[in-house]
């Protein structure tokens, strides 16, 4: 069965936070200064069980989902993460990936794979160890997370996805050299504007590098041409070096908003469902699931919420809209 929202969407992607937490401070994402040890991250028992994610994704796969992504937080910090993706892989998506900061990626990807996972997405935001240990802001080594994708290209998680996220006058000076050190291996990097998710990481339209510019600047030293969407509601414009050296994507959130063909529900680490990474407020599936829910109730609820849906936030970004009490991107998951 498929559901379709006021907008004509079909429900298809499930992203799935599994934790709130991380080990690094990305200032576009966990400043310091609001995720410090003062900040209330979710109590263990709050979290959904595996078992619990895995229920729930297999409603949602019997309503037409066959893609699912887990995220968070820093995904790799859940203990036993291999066991979900293994109960995961048996319901017979056709895609099951995973996206992480890689820190953690060299010591796991061998058991990431070996559970079932078949792709992966590393996010890198800048080769240069000085301004890449800045954003992180706690000081993460670059080579490490390099030898995480090398690891995870090892196993066969490919091809590995390299998301990058631009800012301008940050990091924007490390958009060639990203490119030019990707060409040729197989992996895709895929260039993210900026966005103002949450309400924490001072986001301004002018620290936003749009993706015409970050293609014209790698388009002049390696010519580019477009390539044909792998299939309709992917996120990623898809671009390839006519040389033959390979693809790349960029994900245009700000500049070209892809809200018409959004097929992408959003589950939080404690069993919220938001149906826009934008999103102010969302359903809870925990309480429901802990007070014996059936999976009748549990695909009523769905089929409710997604038949109702009518999300368009990057359709009608303005000031206004910027400061309105959006869910953070560490809780919702990206
Ligand atoms: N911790 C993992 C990681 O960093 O890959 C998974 C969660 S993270 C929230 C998912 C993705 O969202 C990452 O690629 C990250 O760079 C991206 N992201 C976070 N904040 C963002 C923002 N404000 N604008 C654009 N992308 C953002
Ligand atoms: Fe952590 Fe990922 Fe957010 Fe960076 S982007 S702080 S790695 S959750
Ligand atoms: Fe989908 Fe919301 Fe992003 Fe639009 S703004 S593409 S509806 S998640």
Redesign the pocket.
Known sequence: MNLVDTRGRTLRDLRISITDRCNFRCRYCMPKEIFNREYEFLQRELLLSFEEITRLTRVFTKLGVDKVRITGGEPLLRKGVETLIASLGGLGLRDLTLTTNGSLLSRKAESLAAAGLRRITVSLDSLDAKVFAAMNDVDFPVSDVLEGIEAAATVGLTPVKINMVVKRGVNSGGILPMAEHFRGTGHIVRFIEFMDVGVSNGWRLDDVVPAQEILETINDRYPLEPVEPNYKGEVAGRWRYRDGAGEIGVIT?ISQ???GD?T?ARLSAEGVLYT???ATGGIDFRGPIRDGASDADLTAMITDIWERRT?????MRSEATVNLPKVEMSYIGG
């Not at 999300?311 to 359709?315: I, N, P, Q, T, V």
């Open positions: 959130s908003p892809f809200c959004c992408r826009c990474l934008f999300d368009r936030y990057s359709e």
